[in-house]
């Protein structure tokens, strides 16, 4: 049986890149909802509705566990989909955690959608885990349109995260949490615009090594031939989908 992965465009990709270099045997279903892509901009009914109905046809495919791929999606959805879903749902969240205690002598920046800074769940991690109040929030909304775009290493990204930056002082922080999946697609012009001691930190790690604690607690592992189908629109070809993990591969080695 397949694991579904959901995102609301090409951002859980990232996470699904990691999966699949820690689950060989496994068969994987990624499902985009690219007609409602950007999420971060909308109504948390609206996500409520959408992450439902996505979750919906996933079930019908029969998958056995479910990840969000998603920190808006998990933001506003996750604590409801769990009380109604009777599979593992493995959701996500910026890594504030992570990066306190990787570097937590210094400022943390937080990148995500505007509802998932905004929203009531990173409100409750950040008074969990920030006792010394070393976070900053910045949502980035334009960059889930770059990416759905096709947008990525391009003087018009760097321009925005420049302007976004701009009022930071850049050299008090340690890391930038990059909690939006679409954010990975972006790290060099990130790099670009950081000092170098600003290191990177994603959810995607946790949220893999959660999945793997699930299906080892359900007893829920294939042993079969890695296999992915993507139920995406057709935006999203074969061709594309093989140069986004190509950009992940490359991604994947800036620190
Ligand atoms: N990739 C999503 C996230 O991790 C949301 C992007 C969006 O649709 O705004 O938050």
New binding site residues.
Partial sequence: MKIGFF???I??LSVLHHALQKLPAEQFLYYADVSH????EKSEAQILSYVDAAVDYMLAQGVKAVVLA???ATSVAAASLRRRCPLPVIGMEPAVKRALDLYGERRVLVA??PI?VRGEKLRTLIERVDSRHLADMLPLPEL?RFAEAGIFDAPEVEEYLRGALAGYELEQYSSLVLG???FNFFKDSFRRVLPESVKFVDGNEGTVNQLIRELDRCGLHEHGRQSVEYHVSGKYTPEYIAALFARLDAMSLIG
């Fill in positions: 995102d609301s465009g951002g859980g892509v950007p999420y971060g998603c920190n808006t995500a959608t998932t889930v939006c999946t679409h």
